[in-house]
């Protein structure tokens, strides 16, 4: 299967007379695919004539350095797995330099404040460098409708809202979030885990599950309380946050607001490995 490497390349490929009226779907990724990644494909296969994946480790999104040494990168794996799904697929996987140019650096984005909240607080600058990277892509590849999972739910939010704000032609399809079967959201990093923490981690999806049973009698602060107390029980685990937000300001939920949707967002750390989640608490 062919791999485009520079974005030239794949624009005289995009550009030929018999692409130019095709409907382009397109899947940003950083690799390492799994499940979750190939749904977000049938869907774009389903529904568009063009679909590129794109593969790249966009180093100006990682707040921390050895994160962004230990990101799983298979490409030949992933490259395998396309192949098996869809021959026609178009995957792009640059070099850094081919996206930034020797210039690896992030622009400043105003996401109205959906980038101070949860995952922008605990990880700095991280949404300007999605927000770099992403516009660059859509730059590059101009798609019709682009996929986006809801695991990185405010990454979605964030998305629309640059797209929004930068006039950028393109639909945003957020897919739901794609399970294994013990209920862990299926994650690129999901590799780095040992066995068992692997086996472990299908806690973050029952304490979730428990935490929105609770939210439809409990006060949003009483199950903030209540997560955090059963996440002490198991000491392998490190919770950096877990926080209820409206689905669309991201604001934090102080006193429930009749018909407004909330979702559960949680960050924990096993095996010093991040692993974010959320659950939509409808
Ligand atoms: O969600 C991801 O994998 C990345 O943040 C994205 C959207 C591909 C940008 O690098």
């Not at 100006?60 to 040494?69: C, H, M, V």
């Not at 098996?84 to 105003?110: C, H, M, Q, R, W």
């Not at 999972?149 to 399809?173: C, M, P, S, Y």
């Not at 294994?180 to 304490?207: F, H, V």
Request: hydrophobic share 35%; with cysteine.
């Amino acid at each position: 299967m062919h791999v485009f490497q520079t974005q030239k390349e794949l624009q005289i490929e995009l550009n030929k007379t018999e692409n130019q009226s095709k409907k382009i779907g397109f899947v940003p990724t950083m690799g390492a695919l799994h499940e979750g990644h190939l749904s977000l494909l049938e869907q774009s296969l389903a529904e568009n004539e063009i679909t590129v994946l794109s593969i790249f480790v966009n180093p100006t999104q990682f707040n921390n350095a050895d994160d962004l040494k230990k990101y799983p990168r298979t490409l030949e794996k992933d490259v395998k797995l396309v192949e098996k799904l869809n021959k026609k697929i178009l995957v792009y996987a640059p070099s850094v330099s081919d996206i930034y140019e020797g210039n690896t650096i992030s622009t400043s984005f105003d996401y109205d404040g959906l980038e101070n909240q949860m995952e922008g607080k605990h990880r700095p600058g991280h949404f300007d460098g999605v927000g770099t990277i992403v516009k660059k892509l859509f730059e590059i590849v101009k798609p019709t409708n682009a996929y986006f999972g809801e695991k990185d739910f405010q990454q979605l939010q964030i998305v629309r809202k640059l797209v929004a704000k930068h006039k950028i032609q393109v639909n945003i399809i957020g897919c739901e979030i794609f399970r294994e079967e013990s209920g862990l959201a299926m994650s690129s990093r999901n590799e780095r885990l040992s066995e068992s923490a692997r086996a472990e981690s299908k806690l973050i999806y029952q304490i979730l599950s428990q935490a929105k049973e609770k939210f439809v009698s409990k006060s949003a602060n009483d199950v903030v309380l209540f997560v955090e107390k059963e996440f002490k029980k198991h000491p392998n685990f490190t919770l950096e946050y877990f926080e209820i937000a409206a689905e669309d300001t991201l604001l934090t939920c102080k006193r429930k607001v009749k018909n407004k949707k909330y979702r559960g967002f949680i960050a924990v750390f096993i095996e010093n490995i991040r692993l974010i989640d959320n659950i939509s608490l409808k």
